[in-house]
C-alpha cells in the first residue's frame, strides 16, 4: 500500500475484478450444484444444463454454434489448442504469425518450429505494430497450415484489420486463428463477420473468474486435443468440466457484451484523458500502438531513457498499479520485443508504460495518474543519468 | 505504520542479516521498503550461474520476507553500474599483479552509493543494510562507525570507505546484535531463512572460483611465467600471476630446502617471486586512495590497531597521514602477509578510522 493511501488500479488489461453478479452466478456450482456433466445421473444433468446454456450464451455473442464453443482454462490454453490442434491434424507444414503475438501464441509457434521442424514465418509489423494483409500474402505458401495474428495487442492496443488478414489466408487454403483475450469486452467478436476459424478468449480479461477460458472452432476445423482425454468438449479437450467457472465466463460475457456501449464509449474518454495528458505533462513520452485503431482501454507510451520496471516501482510506491511491456520481476529488464518489432530504439524501447482502464476508473483517478506520472518519470531519468 | 512514518529503504539479500534488519525497523515502526540490488548475471549456457548473488532462490527468499513483513519488494537493475565499478576494477588490478577486495569498491559506489541515491529517490530518509558494524554520532555531530557488536561478524572493514555524509543517511540494525541473536530474531518473526547457512563467497562468483572467473572475462591476465627467487634465479614456471597470493607457501610446485613462500611479483615481466620466510616479513605498507571516516585525517602520527586483510587480526602500529589520501603505516612487529590490493584498515578501540588500499611495495 501507498505511503499516502491512495490505491489506483490502472491495469486491466493484466487482469479485471469479478463482477459481483458473476461471482452469484457462479457460487452454486461450487456447493449444491456440484455434479460432474458427464454423469448420467440428476446431479449430472443439472450440471450438464448450467454448462450447455453457457456454450449457448457464449455462442449467441460470438454468432455461432453452441457445439464450436470449447471451454479450456484459460487464454493460454486456447491458443494452444489453436496452434498445436490445427496444424498437427493438418499435413501442412507452414505456420505464418506476427512479432507482436503474447507468448501463449509465439511460444507456441517456436515450440512447433524448433521440436516439431515446421516452417515458420513471422510477417513484419509497422511503426504502430500494425500488421499489412499484404505480407501474410507473400508469407503464404501451399503448405501453410495456420495463420494466427492476434485481434488487438495486449502491451500498445494496436488493433488488426482481422476480416481482411483472414480472407488472405483462406484464399490460400490455410486456417486462421486470431487470439482475442484482449478484445474480448471491448471490440464485436461476431466470428462471422470476422472470418476467423479459431478464436482465444480468457474471462478474467472481461470481469470473470482466472482459470477459464474459450475457444471458438469453426465446424469442419478439425483439432488434435492439446490436452487428451476423456471425451469432454466433443473430444477436443479432456478433463472433468469446470461448471462454476464455466457459468461465470459466460455470465461475465453476456454482462460485458450487453453493457459494452456504455463502458467502451467511458473507456474511450478515459484513455483519451491520459493521453493528453501525458502529451502535455510528461516530456519525452511517445504514443505506442495505432492513434485510432487501439483498444477502448488502453493508453500505452514510450518514454526515452526511462527503465520502465524503475517506473512502475515508483508509481506503486505512490499507489498506481501500472504495468510496462517489458515486465520483469527480476531485475534483468530486456527492451520490449514488441516495441522493438515496430522500430522502436533500445533507449525508448525499455521505457514501455502502458495504462489500461476499467468499469471502475474515475476521471480524479487519471488526473491523480498524471499528477504522479510527471514527477515519478523525472526522478527515474534523474537517477539513470547519475 | 502510519501516513507519516519515517521511510527506509533497506538493502535485502534473501539471507538472514538483511531480513532480520527489515524485521527490525518494521517492529521500530518505520515505513519499510525492500529492494534487492540486480548486480550481475552470468550464464553458463547450461541454465545454470557462476555467480551467487541475485539468483532466483535469493531472489524467491527475500520476496518471501518481505510477503511475511507485508513491506513492498522491488528488484533493481545496477547491472551496468556495478560491471563499471565493480567487476572491471577487480580485473584490472589482478592484471596489475594485486589482489583487490572488491566489497569495499561496491560499498563505495554500489550500495552506498548507486542505491543510496536510489532510496533518496523514493523519498527515504535512511538506508539500511544488514551489515554487523555501528554507527554513532558524537556529541559535536560527527558521525563514527563502530565495529559490530558481535567480534566474530564485525564487518567495519569493507564499510571503511565511508563517508559522513553516508553515514548520515545509513542504518545497521544488525550491528547491535550478536549472529545468534539475530537468528533467533528472524526465527521470532517467523523468517523462514533463519537458519540459512551463509555464504563467504564473493557475490558475482560461485564458489570462489575467481581464477575461473578472469579466465572467463580477462583471457590475457593469467600467462604462465617464470618463477625466480630474490637474487633472481629461475626456479620454476607459474600459471599466471592472478594465481597467487603474497605469503602463499602452498602450489607454488617448487621443491626447495626450506619453504618458500611468495613475496613478490614483477608484472612487467610477469614473473613471481619467492623468498624464504624471512625475506617475506615486512613492517611497512604505505596505503592509497586513504578515505577518513571523520572527513579528514589527522593533524599527525596516530597509534592504531590496523587491518591487513578482512578476516586478519589487527596488528599494533603507527598510522602516518601523508597528504588527505595517502598514509604511511609503520607495525610494531612484522607481518608476513601484507598483500597489495587489500585495504589496510585502521581502528582505535572499537571505533574505525578508515582505510585505504596497500600500495605495491617496492621489491
Ligand atoms: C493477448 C493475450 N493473449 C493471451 C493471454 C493469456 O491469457 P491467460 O492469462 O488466460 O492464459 C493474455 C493475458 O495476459 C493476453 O493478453
Redesign the interface.
Known amino acids: 500500500m501507498a505511503g499516502n493511501g491512495q490505491s489506483i488500479y490502472m491495469d486491466y488489461a493484466a487482469t479485471t475484478p469479478v463482477d459481483p453478479r458473476v461471482v452469484e452466478a457462479m457460487m452454486p456450482y461450487f456447493t449444491e450444484r456440484f455434479g460432474n456433466p458427464s454423469s448420467i445421473h440428476t446431479f449430472g444433468r443439472e450440471a450438464s444444463r448450467a454448462v450447455q446454456a453457457a456454450r449457448e450464451t457464449v455462442a449467441g455473442i460470438l454468432n455461432c454454434k453452441p457445439g464450436e464453443i470449447v471451454f479450456t482454462s484459460c487464454g493460454t490454453e486456447s491458443d494452444n489448442l489453436a496452434l498445436r490442434g490445427a496444424t498437427l491434424e493438418n499435413g501442412r507444414r507452414h505456420i505464418v504469425t506476427s512479432p507482436v503475438e503474447h507468448h501463449a501464441v509465439s511460444r507456441t509457434a517456436e515450440i512447433l518450429h524448433a521440436h516439431l521442424g515446421y516452417g515458420l514465418t513471422v510477417v513484419p509489423v509497422d511503426a504502430y505494430g500494425m500488421v499489412d494483409p499484404a505480407d501474410v500474402a507473400d508469407a503464404l505458401r501451399d503448405d501453410t497450415a495456420l495463420v494466427s495474428i492476434m485481434y488487438a495487442n495486449n502491451e500498445v492496443g494496436t488493433i488488426q484489420p482481422i476480416a481482411e488478414i483472414a480472407a488472405v489466408a483462406h484464399a490460400r487454403g490455410a486456417r486462421f486463428h486470431t487470439d482475442a483475450v484482449q478484445a474480448a469486452g471491448q471490440l464485436p467478436l461476431d466470428v462471422a463477420a470476422l472470418g476467423v476459424d479459431m478464436l482465444a478468449i480468457s474471462a478474467h480479461k472481461f470481469y470473470g473468474p482466472k482459470g477459464v477460458g474459450a475457444l471458438y472452432v469453426r465446424e469442419g476445423v478439425r483439432l488434435v486435443p492439446s490436452q487428451s482425454g476423456g471425451g469432454q468438449e466433443g473430444g477436443r479437450r479432456g478433463g472433468t468440466t469446470n461448471v462454476a467457472l464455466i457459468v461465470g465466463l459466460a455470465k461475465a460475457l453476456e454482462i460485458a457484451y450487453a453493457e459494452r456501449e456504455a463502458h467502451v464509449a467511458r473507456y474511450r474518454q478515459l484513455r483519451d484523458r491520459l493521453i493528453e495528458g501525458v502529451r502535455a505533462r510528461v516530456p519525452d513520452a511517445q504514443l505506442t500502438g495505432h492513434p485510432e485503431q487501439r483498444l477502448p482501454n488502453s493508453a500505452s507510451f514510450a518514454l526515452r531513457g526511462v527503465d520502465g520496471n524503475a517506473l512502475l516501482m515508483h508509481l506503486d510506491l505512490k499507489g498506481i498499479a501500472a504495468s510496462s511491456g517489458s515486465a520483469c520481476l527480476v531485475g534483468t529488464p530486456e527492451p520490449s520485443e514488441v516495441l522493438m518489432a515496430m522500430g522502436l530504439p533500445p533507449a525508448w524501447a525499455l521505457g514501455g508504460l502502458r495504462l489500461t482502464v476499467g468499469r471502475h476508473t474515475t476521471d480524479a483517478e487519471v488526473d491523480a495518474v498524471l499528477d504522479v506520472l510527471s514527477d515519478a518519470v523525472a526522478r527515474v531519468r534523474a537517477l539513470a543519468a547519475a | 505504520m502510519g501516513?507519516g512514518s519515517t521511510?527506509v529503504v533497506v538493502a535485502m539479500s534473501g539471507g538472514v542479516d538483511s531480513s532480520a534488519a527489515a524485521g527490525l525497523l518494521v517492529e521500530r515502526g518505520y515505513?519499510v521498503?525492500g529492494l534487492?540490488?540486480?548486480l550481475w548475471?552470468e550464464d553458463d549456457g547450461c541454465g545454470g550461474r557462476h555467480n551467487r548473488c541475485?539468483t532466483?532462490d535469493q531472489?524467491a527468499d527475500a520476496r518471501r520476507v518481505a510477503d511475511r513483513l507485508g513491506i513492498?519488494f522491488?528488484?533493481?537493475?545496477?547491472?551496468a553500474t556495478f560491471k563499471a565499478s565493480v567487476v572491471d576494477p577487480f580485473i584490472d588490478a589482478y592484471a596489475a599483479g594485486l589482489t583487490p577486495n572488491p566489497c569495499l569498491n561496491c560499498n563505495r559506489h554500489i550500495r552506498f552509493g548507486?542505491l543510496l541515491?536510489?532510496a533518496q529517490?523514493?523519498?527515504a530518509a535512511y538506508l539500511a543494510t544488514g551489515h554487523y558494524a555501528r554507527i554513532r554520532q558524537s556529541e559535536d555531530g560527527a558521525y563514527q562507525l563502530l565495529k559490530g557488536l558481535d567480534p566474530a561478524k564485525d564487518q567495519s572493514y569493507v564499510l571503511s570507505v565511508m563517508t559522513q555524509r553516508q553515514l548520515a543517511q545509513v542504518l545497521f540494525p544488525a550491528g547491535d546484535y550478536t549472529k545468534e541473536h539475530i537468528r533467533q530474531i528472524a526465527a521470532d518473526l517467523g523468517l523462514h531463512i533463519a537458519r540459512k547457512p551463509e555464504s563467504q563467497d564473493l557475490c558475482f562468483l560461485a564458489d570462489g572460483d575467481y581464477r575461473g572467473f578472469l579466465a572467463r572475462h580477462a583471457p590475457g591476465s593469467a600467462t604462465p611465467g617464470p618463477i625466480v627467487n630474490t637474487q633472481g634465479e629461475r626456479l620454476g614456471t607459474h600459471t599466471g600471476l592472478p594465481h597467487y597470493t603474497v605469503g602463499q607457501r602452498k602450489g607454488l610446485g617448487l621443491s626447495a630446502p626450506t619453504p618458500l613462500y611468495v613475496v613478490g611479483a614483477d608484472v612487467a615481466a610477469n614473473t613471481l617471486i619467492v623468498g624464504a620466510r624471512d625475506v617475506l616479513g615486512r613492517d611497512a605498507l604505505v596505503a592509497r586512495h586513504v578515505n577518513w571516516v571523520a572527513g579528514a585525517p589527522p593533524d599527525g602520527p596516530v597509534r592504531a590497531g590496523v587491518k591487513i586483510r578482512y578476516r586478519a587480526r589487527e596488528t599494533a602500529a603507527t598510522v602516518t597521514p601523508d597528504g588527505a589520501t595517502t598514509a604511511r603505516v609503520k607495525f610494531d612487529a612484522p607481518l608476513r602477509d601484507i598483500t597489495p590490493g587489500q585495504a589496510a584498515v585502521f581502528y582505535q578501540g572499537d571505533v574505525c578510522l578508515g582505510g585505504g588500499v596497500i600500495a605495491r611495495q617496492p621489491a
Open positions: 501516513t521511510r515505513d521498503i534487492m540490488m540486480r548475471t541475485c532466483p531472489m513492498p522491488y528488484v533493481v537493475d545496477m547491472r548507486a541515491k536510489q529517490a523514493m523519498d
